[in-house]
């Protein structure tokens, strides 16, 4: 970790990926309530005159929407392995030969599942990625999280909370897993963007860990009434996500969720935390939940 001196003339053109998605437009909202404008990179353009159209198989496509760019917000669409891997590495090759002098990367908090860090998969693009910016010059910065609270929101999670009461969720009752919604990540995303030159790793999420309990008493305060928490195996979380995602992604859930239960927990290291390097902490569960769902 260090900083390097990165320092904007005028006020930056910041190009955000996945704006269509639930990741990246949570950092478009936020950069906009600091005073920033933000062109939104999707497969289709629809922010109006502000959104961009980009194919992120096409690195032509790619250095195009850079060509202006003075930071860039990098978020990859969720899927099978090898398609991340292989966008990444389109990114890597388009930041060549453009302006771009910052980079900020998530994760999407997908590291959990054992196969991203396969020959084929996201890890070793995204590291690849890290070392094409550094090479170049490009000040970069990546974010890692574990889960995200929006999972809750999913129809798996929200049929047995409002029809039983209960938090189902494929982790055991006194797990600890740093929960993180998309606003938390987009709050650090858009402070790296704009003010912070600290370079590497930062990551965002709660510390100590939530448990299931914990997190069912701060959905329970937050609907007004009591809530359990039930563990689901990950066999049961992939059948029931099965309908929503399709069979590949159901399956990926599964083995992730698997390989996650043999962990003694799913917690961010402390030395890397946002709240320790930024200053900048995740929103407390109940308000969260508060703000989306309470019409559950």
Request: proline share 6%; glycine share 10%.
């Amino acid at each position: 970790m260090h900083y390097r001196v990165m320092t904007f003339n005028n006020t930056p053109v910041i190009k955000v990926h996945g704006t269509s998605g639930a990741q990246g437009g949570p950092v478009v909202a936020k950069l906009e309530q600091l005073g920033y404008r933000p062109v939104g990179l999707a497969r289709e353009a629809t922010m109006g005159g502000s959104g961009q159209a980009v194919d992120l198989s096409d690195v032509d496509s790619v250095r195009k929407v850079y060509a202006d760019a003075d930071a860039i917000f990098v978020q990859v669409p969720l899927g099978d392995g090898p398609t991340r891997a292989r966008q990444f590495r389109t990114i890597a090759a388009a930041l060549e030969g453009t302006l771009v002098r910052r980079i900020v990367i998530t994760d999407s908090a997908a590291t959990g599942d054992p196969a991203a860090y396969a020959p084929d998969g996201p890890e070793p693009a995204l590291a690849e990625l890290v070392n094409v910016a550094e090479s170049l010059g490009i000040s970069h910065a990546v974010i890692r999280s574990k889960i995200f609270l929006e999972n809750l929101l999913l129809p798996a999670v929200q049929g047995p909370l409002g029809e039983k009461n209960s938090l189902e969720y494929p982790f055991a009752p006194d797990f600890k897993v740093s929960w993180v919604s998309h606003e938390d990540v987009a709050a650090v995303a858009a402070h790296l963007l704009t003010e912070s030159r600290y370079e590497g790793e930062v990551h965002v999420g709660h510390l100590p860990g939530i448990t299931g309990r914990g997190l069912a008493i701060s959905v329970g305060r937050a609907l007004g009434r009591e809530i359990t928490y039930r563990e689901i195996s990950p066999a049961e979380w992939g059948a029931r996500n099965l309908p929503l995602f399709g069979e590949a992604l159901a399956q990926m859930l599964d083995q992730m969720y698997t390989q996650l239960a043999t962990q003694d927990s799913h917690e961010i290291p402390a030395e890397k935390d946002a709240g320790h390097r930024l200053g900048i902490y995740p929103r407390d569960p109940q308000a969260w939940a508060q703000s989306h769902l309470t019409n559950n």
